[in-house]
Protein backbone atom coordinates (compact mmCIF):
# COMPACT_ATOMS: atom_id res chain seq x y z
CA UNK A 1 0.00 0.00 0.00
CA UNK A 2 1.62 3.43 -1.23
CA UNK A 3 0.88 6.96 0.36
CA UNK A 4 -1.91 7.49 -2.57
CA UNK A 5 -3.69 3.93 -1.81
CA UNK A 6 -3.32 4.90 1.85
CA UNK A 7 -4.88 8.13 1.60
CA UNK A 8 -7.93 6.92 -0.28
CA UNK A 9 -8.40 3.71 2.53
CA UNK A 10 -7.71 5.78 5.03
CA UNK A 11 -10.34 8.44 4.08
CA UNK A 12 -12.96 4.55 3.31
CA UNK A 13 -11.92 3.50 7.32
CA UNK A 14 -12.76 6.72 8.57
CA UNK A 15 -16.42 6.67 6.69
CA UNK A 16 -16.84 3.04 8.11
CA UNK A 17 -15.57 3.60 11.97
CA UNK A 18 -18.49 7.27 11.15
CA UNK A 19 -21.18 5.09 9.86
CA UNK A 20 -20.40 2.25 12.42
CA UNK A 21 -20.58 4.81 15.79
CA UNK A 22 -23.68 6.83 14.40
CA UNK A 23 -25.80 3.60 13.77
CA UNK A 24 -24.70 1.76 16.86
CA UNK A 25 -27.41 1.28 18.47
CA UNK A 26 -28.78 -0.64 15.57
CA UNK A 27 -26.41 -3.72 16.19
CA UNK A 28 -27.39 -6.29 18.92
CA UNK A 29 -25.39 -4.75 21.97
CA UNK A 30 -23.86 -8.49 22.54
CA UNK A 31 -23.02 -11.09 20.36
CA UNK A 32 -25.06 -14.37 19.37
CA UNK A 33 -22.10 -16.53 19.00
CA UNK A 34 -20.34 -19.32 20.68
CA UNK A 35 -16.73 -20.22 21.48
CA UNK A 36 -14.73 -20.82 18.59
CA UNK A 37 -17.37 -19.59 15.48
CA UNK A 38 -14.47 -17.14 14.65
CA UNK A 39 -11.97 -20.23 13.93
CA UNK A 40 -14.68 -22.01 10.73
CA UNK A 41 -14.72 -18.64 8.80
CA UNK A 42 -11.11 -18.37 8.00
CA UNK A 43 -8.02 -20.03 6.85
CA UNK A 44 -5.94 -22.34 9.26
CA UNK A 45 -2.80 -20.22 7.89
CA UNK A 46 -2.11 -16.82 6.59
CA UNK A 47 -2.04 -16.44 2.81
CA UNK A 48 1.28 -17.08 0.80
CA UNK A 49 0.11 -14.17 -1.48
CA UNK A 50 -1.11 -10.89 -0.73
CA UNK A 51 -5.15 -10.75 -0.71
CA UNK A 52 -6.87 -7.74 -2.20
CA UNK A 53 -7.73 -4.72 0.56
CA UNK A 54 -11.01 -5.11 -0.85
CA UNK A 55 -11.29 -8.57 0.48
CA UNK A 56 -9.78 -8.04 3.79
CA UNK A 57 -12.75 -5.24 4.28
CA UNK A 58 -15.34 -7.06 3.24
CA UNK A 59 -14.99 -9.47 5.96
CA UNK A 60 -15.04 -7.10 8.85
CA UNK A 61 -18.70 -7.55 8.92
CA UNK A 62 -18.14 -11.38 8.33
CA UNK A 63 -15.43 -12.24 10.61
CA UNK A 64 -15.55 -9.60 12.96
CA UNK A 65 -18.92 -8.01 13.63
CA UNK A 66 -20.77 -10.93 14.85
CA UNK A 67 -18.03 -11.41 17.52
CA UNK A 68 -18.10 -8.25 18.43
CA UNK A 69 -19.67 -7.02 22.11
CA UNK A 70 -20.66 -2.87 21.21
CA UNK A 71 -19.02 -1.29 24.24
CA UNK A 72 -20.22 1.80 22.98
CA UNK A 73 -23.41 1.15 22.28
CA UNK A 74 -26.65 3.03 23.85
CA UNK A 75 -27.78 -0.03 25.25
CA UNK A 76 -24.15 -1.46 27.21
CA UNK A 77 -24.31 -1.01 30.61
CA UNK A 78 -21.95 -3.37 32.33
CA UNK A 79 -19.09 -3.15 33.87
CA UNK A 80 -17.40 0.51 33.79
CA UNK A 81 -17.39 2.99 30.83
CA UNK A 82 -14.65 2.76 27.94
CA UNK A 83 -13.91 6.07 26.67
CA UNK A 84 -14.19 6.97 23.34
CA UNK A 85 -14.41 10.06 21.28
CA UNK A 86 -13.18 11.41 17.63
CA UNK A 87 -10.50 13.01 18.61
CA UNK A 88 -9.00 10.43 20.72
CA UNK A 89 -9.45 8.20 17.79
CA UNK A 90 -7.76 10.63 15.50
CA UNK A 91 -4.85 10.81 18.11
CA UNK A 92 -4.21 7.23 17.98
CA UNK A 93 -3.95 7.65 14.30
CA UNK A 94 -0.82 10.12 14.70
CA UNK A 95 0.06 7.60 17.52
CA UNK A 96 0.00 4.97 15.17
CA UNK A 97 2.05 6.80 12.36
CA UNK A 98 5.13 7.80 14.47
CA UNK A 99 5.64 4.51 15.79
CA UNK A 100 8.15 5.72 18.29
CA UNK A 101 8.42 3.67 21.61
CA UNK A 102 9.16 6.44 24.19
CA UNK A 103 11.25 4.58 26.56
CA UNK A 104 13.17 7.63 27.24
CA UNK A 105 13.67 11.17 26.48
CA UNK A 106 16.06 10.51 24.11
CA UNK A 107 13.61 7.89 22.24
CA UNK A 108 11.45 10.60 21.62
CA UNK A 109 11.71 13.82 23.33
CA UNK A 110 8.03 15.45 22.43
CA UNK A 111 6.71 11.63 23.45
CA UNK A 112 7.80 12.19 27.19
CA UNK A 113 7.79 15.72 27.70
CA UNK A 114 4.12 16.34 26.51
CA UNK A 115 3.24 12.75 28.88
CA UNK A 116 4.64 14.83 31.87
CA UNK A 117 2.78 18.13 31.02
CA UNK A 118 -0.67 16.64 30.37
CA UNK A 119 -0.36 14.70 33.53
CA UNK A 120 0.36 18.12 35.17
CA UNK A 121 -2.84 19.81 33.04
CA UNK A 122 -5.15 16.32 34.30
CA UNK A 123 -3.83 16.65 38.06
CA UNK A 124 -4.58 19.95 38.20
CA UNK A 125 -7.92 19.56 36.78
CA UNK A 126 -8.40 17.06 39.80
CA UNK A 127 -6.60 19.66 42.27
CA UNK A 128 -4.06 17.42 43.06
CA UNK A 129 -1.63 18.59 45.98
CA UNK A 130 1.32 20.30 44.17
CA UNK A 131 3.49 17.26 45.75
CA UNK A 132 2.14 15.34 42.74
CA UNK A 133 2.72 17.98 40.03
CA UNK A 134 6.22 17.71 38.00
CA UNK A 135 6.07 20.81 37.00
CA UNK A 136 6.73 22.00 40.54
CA UNK A 137 9.55 22.30 42.66
CA UNK A 138 7.87 19.05 44.52
CA UNK A 139 9.78 15.34 44.00
CA UNK A 140 6.50 13.78 42.24
CA UNK A 141 5.03 13.50 39.14
CA UNK A 142 2.76 11.75 36.65
CA UNK A 143 2.67 8.84 34.45
CA UNK A 144 0.51 7.15 31.93
CA UNK A 145 0.23 2.91 32.63
CA UNK A 146 -1.62 0.32 30.60
CA UNK A 147 -4.19 0.00 33.04
CA UNK A 148 -4.96 0.79 36.65
CA UNK A 149 -4.40 -3.20 37.61
CA UNK A 150 -0.60 -1.75 36.26
CA UNK A 151 -0.79 1.11 38.61
CA UNK A 152 -1.26 -1.17 41.60
CA UNK A 153 1.45 -3.48 40.62
CA UNK A 154 3.79 -0.68 39.98
CA UNK A 155 2.77 0.57 43.61
CA UNK A 156 3.13 -2.51 45.04
CA UNK A 157 6.62 -3.07 43.93
CA UNK A 158 7.57 0.63 44.61
CA UNK A 159 6.56 -0.04 48.47
CA UNK A 160 8.00 -3.54 48.77
CA UNK A 161 11.06 -2.15 47.62
CA UNK A 162 11.24 1.13 49.55
CA UNK A 163 10.39 -1.02 52.97
CA UNK A 164 13.31 -3.70 51.95
CA UNK A 165 16.06 -0.43 51.68
CA UNK A 166 14.53 1.03 54.88
CA UNK A 167 14.87 -2.63 56.85
CA UNK A 168 18.49 -3.52 55.78
CA UNK A 169 19.56 -0.58 56.43
CA UNK A 170 18.40 -0.27 59.89
CA UNK A 171 19.29 -4.14 60.39
CA UNK A 172 22.16 -5.10 57.69
CA UNK A 173 21.80 -8.96 58.74
CA UNK A 174 18.28 -8.94 57.58
CA UNK A 175 18.43 -11.42 54.73
CA UNK A 176 15.89 -10.57 51.45
CA UNK A 177 13.80 -13.54 52.28
CA UNK A 178 13.24 -13.01 55.59
CA UNK A 179 11.54 -9.66 55.24
CA UNK A 180 9.50 -10.49 52.14
CA UNK A 181 7.94 -13.42 54.27
CA UNK A 182 6.70 -11.29 57.06
CA UNK A 183 5.03 -8.39 54.78
CA UNK A 184 1.74 -7.44 54.75
CA UNK A 185 -0.46 -5.66 52.49
CA UNK A 186 -3.97 -4.51 52.72
CA UNK A 187 -7.19 -3.75 50.67
CA UNK A 188 -10.96 -3.53 50.91
CA UNK A 189 -12.71 -6.76 50.30
CA UNK A 190 -14.32 -4.84 48.15
CA UNK A 191 -11.23 -3.99 46.40
CA UNK A 192 -10.94 -5.17 42.59
CA UNK A 193 -9.66 -8.73 42.10
CA UNK A 194 -6.03 -6.91 40.34
CA UNK A 195 -5.26 -5.98 43.64
CA UNK A 196 -5.10 -9.09 45.00
CA UNK A 197 -3.30 -10.01 42.19
CA UNK A 198 -0.80 -7.91 42.86
CA UNK A 199 -0.07 -9.25 45.63
CA UNK A 200 0.02 -12.83 44.27
CA UNK A 201 2.58 -11.19 41.70
CA UNK A 202 4.53 -9.31 43.92
CA UNK A 203 5.19 -12.18 46.29
CA UNK A 204 3.63 -11.08 49.73
CA UNK A 205 0.19 -11.51 51.87
CA UNK A 206 -2.39 -9.30 51.10
CA UNK A 207 -5.20 -9.14 53.17
CA UNK A 208 -8.78 -7.80 52.66
CA UNK A 209 -10.22 -5.63 55.40
CA UNK A 210 -13.56 -5.89 55.98
CA UNK A 211 -16.18 -3.18 55.01
CA UNK A 212 -18.84 -1.52 56.69
CA UNK A 213 -22.87 -1.54 55.83
CA UNK A 214 -21.80 1.15 53.45
CA UNK A 215 -19.00 -1.19 51.58
CA UNK A 216 -16.50 0.98 52.76
CA UNK A 217 -13.55 0.77 54.55
CA UNK A 218 -12.62 3.13 57.42
CA UNK A 219 -9.91 3.46 59.87
CA UNK A 220 -10.98 1.67 62.99
CA UNK A 221 -11.12 -1.85 60.61
CA UNK A 222 -7.76 -1.29 59.31
CA UNK A 223 -6.07 -0.64 62.37
CA UNK A 224 -7.79 -3.57 64.14
CA UNK A 225 -6.13 -5.70 62.09
CA UNK A 226 -2.86 -3.68 61.63
CA UNK A 227 -1.87 -4.22 65.45
CA UNK A 228 -3.29 -7.74 65.06
CA UNK A 229 -0.77 -8.20 62.31
CA UNK A 230 2.58 -6.58 64.31
CA UNK A 231 1.70 -8.57 67.46
CA UNK A 232 1.89 -12.15 64.97
CA UNK A 233 5.79 -10.38 64.00
CA UNK A 234 4.28 -9.64 60.52
CA UNK A 235 5.48 -6.00 58.80
CA UNK A 236 2.57 -4.16 57.24
CA UNK A 237 4.00 -1.89 54.20
CA UNK A 238 1.13 -1.03 52.04
CA UNK A 239 -2.88 -0.41 51.42
CA UNK A 240 -4.64 0.33 48.58
CA UNK A 241 -7.70 2.29 49.49
CA UNK A 242 -10.42 1.92 46.57
CA UNK A 243 -12.57 5.31 45.39
CA UNK A 244 -15.66 3.81 43.51
CA UNK A 245 -15.16 -0.03 44.14
CA UNK A 246 -16.25 -2.42 41.01
CA UNK A 247 -19.31 -3.75 42.77
CA UNK A 248 -21.11 -0.50 44.17
CA UNK A 249 -18.91 2.15 43.76
CA UNK A 250 -18.27 2.90 47.32
CA UNK A 251 -15.60 5.03 48.61
CA UNK A 252 -13.30 4.18 51.28
CA UNK A 253 -12.58 6.54 54.51
CA UNK A 254 -9.24 7.46 53.17
CA UNK A 255 -9.35 10.49 56.00
CA UNK A 256 -9.07 8.26 58.24
CA UNK A 257 -7.04 5.56 56.17
CA UNK A 258 -4.47 7.48 55.31
CA UNK A 259 -3.15 9.01 58.72
CA UNK A 260 -2.97 5.25 60.16
CA UNK A 261 -0.59 4.64 56.82
CA UNK A 262 1.42 7.38 57.55
CA UNK A 263 1.96 7.03 61.21
CA UNK A 264 2.85 3.61 60.64
CA UNK A 265 5.24 4.43 57.73
CA UNK A 266 3.18 2.24 55.30
CA UNK A 267 2.45 3.01 51.82
CA UNK A 268 -0.91 4.46 50.87
CA UNK A 269 -1.95 3.81 47.38
CA UNK A 270 -5.39 4.77 46.43
CA UNK A 271 -7.66 3.22 43.04
CA UNK A 272 -10.14 5.53 41.85
CA UNK A 273 -9.76 3.81 38.16
CA UNK A 274 -13.56 4.51 37.51
CA UNK A 275 -14.37 7.33 39.82
CA UNK A 276 -11.60 9.10 39.50
CA UNK A 277 -12.95 10.90 36.36
CA UNK A 278 -15.39 12.67 38.01
CA UNK A 279 -13.31 14.45 40.64
CA UNK A 280 -12.74 17.13 37.61
CA UNK A 281 -16.32 18.24 38.90
CA UNK A 282 -16.45 20.60 42.17
CA UNK A 283 -19.25 18.70 43.54
CA UNK A 284 -17.31 15.78 43.56
CA UNK A 285 -13.86 16.87 44.25
CA UNK A 286 -14.91 16.67 48.16
CA UNK A 287 -14.63 12.24 47.24
CA UNK A 288 -10.98 12.89 46.52
CA UNK A 289 -10.31 14.65 50.24
CA UNK A 290 -7.78 12.51 52.40
CA UNK A 291 -5.46 12.57 48.65
CA UNK A 292 -2.48 14.49 50.66
CA UNK A 293 -1.82 11.46 53.24
CA UNK A 294 -1.08 8.95 49.35
CA UNK A 295 1.81 8.20 48.44
CA UNK A 296 0.21 7.47 44.79
CA UNK A 297 -2.49 7.90 43.18
CA UNK A 298 -4.57 6.63 39.95
CA UNK A 299 -7.90 6.59 37.74
CA UNK A 300 -8.43 5.75 34.47
CA UNK A 301 -8.85 8.75 31.72
CA UNK A 302 -9.91 5.55 29.31
CA UNK A 303 -12.74 4.82 31.67
CA UNK A 304 -14.61 8.35 31.48
CA UNK A 305 -13.08 11.05 30.36
CA UNK A 306 -13.94 10.10 26.24
CA UNK A 307 -10.03 9.31 26.09
CA UNK A 308 -9.64 5.16 23.78
CA UNK A 309 -7.86 2.65 25.62
CA UNK A 310 -5.58 2.40 26.82
CA UNK A 311 -4.37 5.70 29.03
CA UNK A 312 -4.50 4.92 32.64
CA UNK A 313 -3.28 8.35 34.83
CA UNK A 314 -0.78 7.63 37.98
CA UNK A 315 0.70 10.06 40.36
CA UNK A 316 3.52 9.65 42.54
CA UNK A 317 4.59 12.01 45.66
CA UNK A 318 8.25 11.09 45.39
CA UNK A 319 9.06 9.64 41.96
CA UNK A 320 12.71 8.62 43.40
CA UNK A 321 10.61 5.76 45.00
CA UNK A 322 9.23 4.21 41.61
CA UNK A 323 12.47 4.83 39.87
CA UNK A 324 14.72 3.11 42.69
CA UNK A 325 12.40 0.22 42.10
CA UNK A 326 12.73 -0.42 38.62
CA UNK A 327 15.75 1.33 37.32
CA UNK A 328 17.98 -0.47 34.80
CA UNK A 329 20.42 1.41 32.63
CA UNK A 330 22.35 -0.66 30.12
CA UNK A 331 24.86 1.21 27.82
CA UNK A 332 22.38 0.86 25.00
CA UNK A 333 19.62 2.92 26.56
CA UNK A 334 21.63 5.83 27.87
CA UNK A 335 21.66 9.28 26.45
CA UNK A 336 23.83 12.35 27.07
CA UNK A 337 20.87 13.99 29.05
CA UNK A 338 19.69 11.29 31.52
CA UNK A 339 21.44 12.78 34.50
CA UNK A 340 21.18 16.69 33.64
CA UNK A 341 18.26 16.64 36.11
CA UNK A 342 15.63 18.37 33.53
CA UNK A 343 14.77 15.13 31.82
CA UNK A 344 12.46 12.19 32.69
CA UNK A 345 12.99 8.64 30.84
CA UNK A 346 9.83 6.78 32.14
CA UNK A 347 11.50 3.68 31.53
CA UNK A 348 12.24 3.84 35.08
CA UNK A 349 8.24 4.07 36.01
CA UNK A 350 6.71 0.81 35.00
CA UNK A 351 7.22 -2.66 34.27
CA UNK A 352 7.54 -2.78 30.60
CA UNK A 353 10.17 -0.79 28.01
CA UNK A 354 8.32 0.06 25.32
CA UNK A 355 5.34 2.42 25.65
CA UNK A 356 3.46 4.26 22.86
CA UNK A 357 2.34 8.03 22.63
CA UNK A 358 -0.93 8.06 24.38
CA UNK A 359 -0.36 11.49 25.92
CA UNK A 360 -1.73 12.53 22.06
CA UNK A 361 -5.19 11.51 22.71
CA UNK A 362 -4.79 13.54 26.09
CA UNK A 363 -3.86 16.45 24.50
CA UNK A 364 -6.34 16.17 21.60
CA UNK A 365 -9.54 15.20 23.79
CA UNK A 366 -8.52 18.32 26.58
CA UNK A 367 -7.94 20.65 23.73
CA UNK A 368 -11.14 19.59 21.65
CA UNK A 369 -13.77 19.21 24.73
CA UNK A 370 -12.32 21.76 27.32
CA UNK A 371 -12.68 21.57 31.05
CA UNK A 372 -16.14 22.57 30.31
CA UNK A 373 -17.46 19.79 27.92
CA UNK A 374 -15.46 16.95 30.35
CA UNK A 375 -17.48 18.29 33.50
CA UNK A 376 -20.47 18.50 31.30
CA UNK A 377 -20.11 15.02 30.04
CA UNK A 378 -19.57 13.55 33.30
CA UNK A 379 -22.50 15.54 34.92
CA UNK A 380 -25.09 14.39 32.01
CA UNK A 381 -23.88 10.15 32.95
CA UNK A 382 -24.72 11.52 36.98
CA UNK A 383 -27.69 12.50 35.55
CA UNK A 384 -29.22 9.39 33.56
CA UNK A 385 -28.03 7.33 36.59
CA UNK A 386 -30.13 8.89 38.84
CA UNK A 387 -32.92 8.78 36.34
CA UNK A 388 -32.54 5.24 36.19
CA UNK A 389 -32.38 4.80 39.94
CA UNK A 390 -35.96 6.98 39.99
CA UNK A 391 -37.02 4.14 38.12
CA UNK A 392 -36.42 1.56 39.86
CA UNK A 393 -37.74 3.20 43.25
CA UNK A 394 -41.15 3.76 41.63
CA UNK A 395 -41.23 0.09 41.11
CA UNK A 396 -41.77 -1.70 44.60
CA UNK A 397 -41.13 -5.08 43.30
CA UNK A 398 -37.17 -3.56 43.06
CA UNK A 399 -35.21 -2.47 45.21
CA UNK A 400 -31.91 -0.22 45.41
CA UNK A 401 -28.55 -1.31 47.04
CA UNK A 402 -26.22 0.91 46.97
CA UNK A 403 -26.12 4.99 47.73
CA UNK A 404 -26.03 5.90 43.97
CA UNK A 405 -23.11 8.53 43.79
CA UNK A 406 -22.01 8.29 40.49
CA UNK A 407 -23.04 6.51 37.09
CA UNK A 408 -23.85 3.21 38.50
CA UNK A 409 -26.49 2.25 39.90
CA UNK A 410 -26.74 -1.55 41.83
CA UNK A 411 -30.57 -3.27 42.34
CA UNK A 412 -32.44 -6.44 42.43
CA UNK A 413 -35.76 -8.08 42.57
CA UNK A 414 -36.97 -8.30 46.31
CA UNK A 415 -36.70 -11.93 46.41
CA UNK A 416 -34.51 -14.56 46.30
CA UNK A 417 -30.57 -14.70 44.46
CA UNK A 418 -32.01 -17.32 42.33
CA UNK A 419 -34.99 -15.23 40.92
CA UNK A 420 -32.67 -12.43 40.09
CA UNK A 421 -30.15 -14.41 38.41
CA UNK A 422 -32.80 -15.79 36.37
CA UNK A 423 -33.67 -12.52 35.41
CA UNK A 424 -30.36 -11.61 34.56
CA UNK A 425 -29.64 -14.23 32.47
CA UNK A 426 -33.49 -13.44 30.76
CA UNK A 427 -32.03 -9.71 30.13
CA UNK A 428 -28.59 -10.32 28.85
CA UNK A 429 -30.34 -13.66 26.85
CA UNK A 430 -32.71 -10.97 25.22
CA UNK A 431 -29.85 -9.19 23.97
CA UNK A 432 -31.59 -6.15 23.64
CA UNK A 433 -29.54 -4.55 26.64
CA UNK A 434 -26.05 -5.82 28.32
CA UNK A 435 -25.55 -5.93 32.11
CA UNK A 436 -23.47 -8.16 34.74
CA UNK A 437 -24.02 -8.65 38.71
CA UNK A 438 -22.21 -8.36 41.69
CA UNK A 439 -22.57 -9.53 44.94
CA UNK A 440 -23.57 -7.27 48.02
CA UNK A 441 -23.60 -8.10 51.12
CA UNK A 442 -24.59 -12.17 49.67
CA UNK A 443 -26.74 -10.54 48.13
CA UNK A 444 -26.96 -11.33 43.70
CA UNK A 445 -27.64 -8.07 42.77
CA UNK A 446 -27.67 -6.01 39.13
CA UNK A 447 -25.41 -3.50 38.19
CA UNK A 448 -26.71 -0.31 35.84
CA UNK A 449 -23.55 1.69 34.72
CA UNK A 450 -24.42 4.54 32.57
CA UNK A 451 -21.68 3.80 29.92
CA UNK A 452 -21.88 4.70 26.38
CA UNK A 453 -21.10 8.60 24.80
CA UNK A 454 -24.01 8.44 23.14
CA UNK A 455 -26.61 7.56 25.71
CA UNK A 456 -29.41 9.57 26.26
CA UNK A 457 -33.02 9.77 28.81
CA UNK A 458 -34.39 7.31 25.97
CA UNK A 459 -32.12 4.84 26.00
CA UNK A 460 -32.72 4.76 29.54
CA UNK A 461 -36.64 4.49 29.40
CA UNK A 462 -36.16 1.44 27.20
CA UNK A 463 -33.70 -0.33 29.09
CA UNK A 464 -36.38 -0.27 32.09
CA UNK A 465 -39.08 -0.70 30.11
CA UNK A 466 -36.66 -4.11 28.98
CA UNK A 467 -36.20 -5.49 32.97
CA UNK A 468 -39.49 -4.86 33.78
CA UNK A 469 -40.94 -6.63 30.77
CA UNK A 470 -38.74 -9.40 32.02
CA UNK A 471 -39.10 -9.21 35.65
CA UNK A 472 -43.19 -9.34 35.21
CA UNK A 473 -42.84 -12.74 32.65
CA UNK A 474 -40.77 -14.18 35.82
CA UNK A 475 -42.93 -13.43 38.24
CA UNK A 476 -46.25 -14.48 36.39
CA UNK A 477 -44.24 -17.72 36.07
CA UNK A 478 -43.76 -18.20 39.30
CA UNK A 479 -47.34 -17.29 40.40
CA UNK A 480 -48.19 -20.03 38.15
Known sequence: MDPAEFRRRGKEMVDYIADYLENIE????????????LRNLIPDAAPEHPEAYEEIVKDIERVIMPGVTHWQSPYFYAYFPTGSSFPAMLADMLSGA??????????????????????????????????????????????????????????????RTKILKRLQAENPGLAEPEIFSKLVAYS?????????????????????????????????????????????????????????????????????IGP?????????????????SSFICPEFRHLLNGV????????NPHKWLLINFDCSAMWVKKRS??????????????????DSGLVTDYRHWQIPLGRRFRSLKMWFVFRTYGL?????????????????????????RFEICGDVVLGLVCFRLKGSNALNEKLLK??????????????????FVLRFAVCGRTTESKHIQLAWENITEIATEILQELQQ
Request: net charge negative; charged share 20%; with cysteine.
Open 26 to 37: GRQVYPDVVPGY
Open 98 to 159: IGCIGFSWAASPACTELETVMLDWLGKMLNLPKEFLAGTEGQGGGVIQSTASEATLVALLAA
Open 188 to 256: SDQAHCSVERAGLIGGVKMKKIPSDTKFSVGGEALRKVIEEDKAAGLIPFYCCATLGTTPSCAFDNIME
Open 260 to 276: ICNSENMWMHIDAAYAG
Open 292 to 299: EFADSFNF
Open 321 to 338: EIIGAFKMDPLYLQHDNQ
Open 372 to 396: KGLQEYIRKHVSLAHEFESLVRQDK
Open 426 to 443: AINNGRKIHMVPCYLADS
